[in-house]
């Protein structure tokens, strides 16, 4: 399975992007997915996920974007979504999916992912 990120790019400090994960085989409903970010300097970081089917879909957030972004999964696409809005320039950083097997949406470290796609980049101008 790869995986495919896109939807990045450049925007105002209030602004929205709507990130796109797509499997290229698969069932994707059968993964857990989620998103990780990585800005210039610092350490990737968690940023949201949703279960697998099996699971309930059930998304997860990080504090930080809380009511500011929404995972959501279309089975039917083979494709999660990341809809972010009143984006902050904080939020600068190249965004990463992963997918697990069977997983379940929580505070995930990184480790133990299946598979991870190249990352797109967003760039949030103050």
């Known amino acids: 399975v790869q995986l495919q990120a896109s939807g990045g790019g450049l925007v105002q400090a209030g602004g929205s992007l709507r990130l796109s994960c797509a499997a290229s085989?698969?069932?994707?409903?059968?993964?857990?997915v989620g998103w990780f970010r990585q800005a210039p300097g610092k350490e990737r970081e968690f940023v949201a996920a949703?279960?697998?089917?099996?699971?309930?879909?059930?998304?997860y957030y990080v504090d930080s974007v809380k009511g500011r972004f929404t995972i959501s999964r279309d089975n039917a696409k083979n494709a999660v979504y990341l809809q972010m809005n009143s984006l902050k320039p904080e939020d600068t950083a190249v965004y990463y999916c992963?997918?697990?097997?069977?997983?379940?949406?929580?505070?995930?470290?990184?480790?133990?992912?299946?598979?991870w796609g190249k990352g797109t980049q967003v760039t949030v101008s103050s």
């Open positions: 992963v997918a697990e097997l069977g997983g379940v949406a929580g505070h995930w470290s990184g480790h133990g992912m299946d598979y």
């Open positions: 085989r698969g069932t994707f409903s059968s993964y857990a």
């Open positions: 949703i279960s697998w089917v099996g699971a309930g879909g059930s998304p």
